[in-house]
């Protein structure tokens, strides 16, 4: 861990307006306890309120001078305090109830200990773990580690299932686990439940045979694909549990009462990079220990009669089923399967897939938020409406508003709403341009009369058998049936499919940056 000096490009992670909380607090007699410190050689005043801690000079004689502190710490950022001594933290591995190869108990005596927490640099959306060594002069160390330590631990996270794909990405999930995550997670003193995925949907089944009562949250290391695996089971569990109908589209679903965080580590990030805004393990895992969640939307997806699957980042049909079925089909090119398949399949010959399409639709009113456990149905005070046959080279349905922000896009994870894309044939240069442009998250994606976008609650969608459009090429390929939930690949009985979006239905450990 990096060693803060003072006036470091770095400052902790919270808000002015948490900075400004700090002061008023102990500005109000919020103060819980402060002592004289050196930090670096220089004389402070450190300070502890019910907000955080705060680091002040002390110059002023009628007490410490909060109103110009030299640094503010929230309690939700600090990652743990403990005893130093020859330079070095002595963190206990409480995995393990012993002392790790370099750490010692912090019972031993001594003058100096180390404060962990999060700290972001100017102008970037990475986080980092800093440390900050304090020698108090009268006091006992002992004693400000252990208050530290439960004020910081309020409202967290303390036991998590950590599930790993170690064939994802290029097969570095363990390792990402390993060297980014597992060190950052004892030194928060996180117990820790590992399972390693041995096959294709196992993830589904630890998520549905888990007790999840012993935990406290559910990490993913690995892509989309994995969340979409364990929440599918946890989701699909929870029903089961109620006894509510999963396979009726308008069936009132309950929530689960986990929270989910993801660690990157597979060939598609795009919810890691949605909830942490950037793809990046460290950051990830920091966001996790802070334990700082948000509500996210699901995509719940039929067939007639029969629940596929639930989606968290998106349903993709026609040229999107497409894509990640030629990308299938060539594993063995690795990472560069996803680019082959964009420019064989934009640049030559598209199918035309005649779709009846149908948009579930609700008033323009704010939604007050869900709490955690209510039942929440897809179809409450909306309507149904039909667009007719349409000459469509793709549909996909994101459980996010995509919306314009400036010259980028913003991804509203937090929306009641989702955003649906009609695709129409157009040239192969074009969608190609349209295709970088989403994934540069750029607004031009907008401009484009080929591209219809709406907000919805729902869409239903059922390919018209049409001999025109009906190609020999798909119908040998089974495109018509083919699906892109979340990056993978599915198939239904028919081509017509039920897509329901439901609002704020998972804890997301996350802080979804501007």
Not at 178 to 195: M, N, T
Not at 362 to 391: F, M, R, T, Y
């Amino acid at each position: 861990m990096e060693e803060l000096e003072v006036g470091d490009n770095v400052t902790p992670l919270q808000s002015t307006a948490a900075v400004q909380t700090i002061k008023i607090a102990a500005s109000e007699n919020g103060i819980l306890k402060e002592e004289e410190v050196l930090v670096k050689g220089k004389a402070r005043k450190l300070v502890m309120c019910e907000s955080g801690l705060q680091l002040v000079c002390h110059e002023n004689k009628s007490g410490p001078n909060i109103e110009n502190p030299v640094f503010s710490i929230a309690w939700v950022d600090i990652v743990c305090a403990c005893e130093t001594s020859s330079g070095k933290s002595k963190a206990v591995d409480k995995n393990t109830d012993t002392p790790s190869q370099n750490s010692y108990t912090v019972q031993q005596a001594g003058r100096k200990f180390s404060i962990h927490y999060i700290t972001r640099k100017a102008g970037s959306k990475k986080l980092s773990c800093t440390n900050m060594v304090m020698e108090v002069k009268n006091g006992t160390v002992g004693d400000w580690i252990q208050q530290i330590e439960e004020k910081r631990k309020h409202g967290k996270p303390k036991k998590l299932l950590v599930v790993i794909n170690p064939i994802s990405g290029s097969g570095s999930g363990r390792q990402t686990f390993e060297k980014f995550v597992r060190p950052l997670f004892d030194l928060a003193g996180l117990e820790l439940v590992v399972r390693v995925t041995e096959r294709a949907r196992h993830g589904e089944e630890i998520g549905n045979t888990f007790d999840f009562s012993s935990v406290d949250g559910v990490v993913i290391v690995g892509g989309d694909g994995l969340y979409m695996e364990v929440m599918h089971g946890v989701v699909l569990r929870k029903q089961q549990e109620n006894g509510i109908d999963y396979n009726n589209p308008d069936a009132s679903l309950t929530p689960p009462n986990i929270g989910f965080g993801i660690i990157p580590g597979g060939t598609g990030n795009g919810l890691s990079g949605w909830w942490n805004g950037v793809v990046d393990a460290k950051t990830a895992a920091l966001n996790i220990i802070r334990g700082e969640s948000h509500l996210v939307n699901i995509l719940a997806i039929f067939e007639p009669s029969k629940l596929i699957h639930y989606s968290g980042l998106h349903l993709g049909y026609g040229i999107f089923s497409e894509l990640i079925k030629k990308s299938e089909d060539r594993r063995w090119m690795k990472k560069a399967r996803y680019p082959y398949a964009i420019v064989t399949s934009t640049l030559g010959k598209k199918q035309v897939y005649d779709i009846d399409l149908e948009m579930l639709v609700s008033p323009d009113i704010q939604e007050v938020n869900k709490e955690i456990n209510e039942d929440v149905s897809p179809s409450s005070a909306c309507n149904w409406k039909k667009l007719g046959v349409k000459h469509l080279i793709g549909v996909a349905y994101f459980p996010v508003a995509i919306e314009e922000m400036s010259d980028k896009l913003s991804m509203n994870c937090l929306s009641d709403k989702g955003s649906a894309f009609f695709v129409s044939s157009f040239g192969g240069v074009d969608f190609l341009k349209f295709m970088m442009a989403v994934g540069r998250h750029d607004k031009e994606m907008f401009e484009n009369s080929f591209i219809e976008h709406h907000h919805v609650k729902g869409v239903r969608l059922k390919l018209v058998q049409n001999d025109q459009a009906n190609s020999t090429r798909r119908v040998e390929h089974g495109y018509e049936k083919l699906l892109n939930i979340d990056g993978e690949v599915f198939t239904c009985s028919v081509p017509q499919i039920d897509i329901r979006f439901h609002s704020q239905f998972i804890r997301a450990f996350s802080v979804f940056p501007n």
